[in-house]
């Protein structure tokens, strides 16, 4: 009997948490431009010589999505040349990325995130930043 109780008390509440997060629904995305640093090495470090440059644009892909919360990332060719550019096993230990959530054209509610190469001169004190004014 008491097994029945509790299990019908947690039924109940996970019921409950359900509606609440139902009613709360999903938050609404919208455009937003940030600028980050990406630790590229955390990612490449044991990794074969052959698979660094395609695992760093994967990683950069993969950090993208979490942050921006979108499905489709595209990189930018600036980007994608800077990873390459000491060849394939000599990647940057760090990049610093424009990262750009932009609406689909003829989609509502529909979003991309552009990830573009921002040039530094170093890395110290530089911090996650959201972008106002976009100078593309």
């Known amino acids: 009997e008491a097994r029945k109780e509790a299990r ?4 109940e509440a996970k ?3 359900a509606a609440k997060n139902e009613k709360k629904g999903a938050k609404e995305l ?11 090495h955390r990612f490449l470090h044991k990794e074969s010589f052959k698979k660094r440059a ?5 990683a950069i892909r993969f950090i993208a ?6 499905s489709d990332v595209r990189l930018d060719m600036g980007l994608n040349q800077f990873i390459w550019n000491q060849g394939i096993r000599s990647v940057a230990h760090r990049v610093r990325v424009r990262m750009a959530r932009m609406p689909v054209e003829g989609e509502e509610n529909k979003f991309y995130t552009l990830v573009s190469y921002v040039p530094v001169s170093s890395f110290k004190g530089l911090t996650t930043k959201v972008v106002e004014n976009e100078e593309n």
């Open 8 to 11: 019908k008390a947690r039924t």
């Open 15 to 17: 019921a409950a948490a």
């Open 30 to 40: 919208a455009p937003v431009t940030r600028e980050m640093t990406i630790f590229l």
């Open 54 to 58: 395609p695992k760093a644009i994967k």
């Open 65 to 70: 999505k979490n942050a921006m919360k979108t």
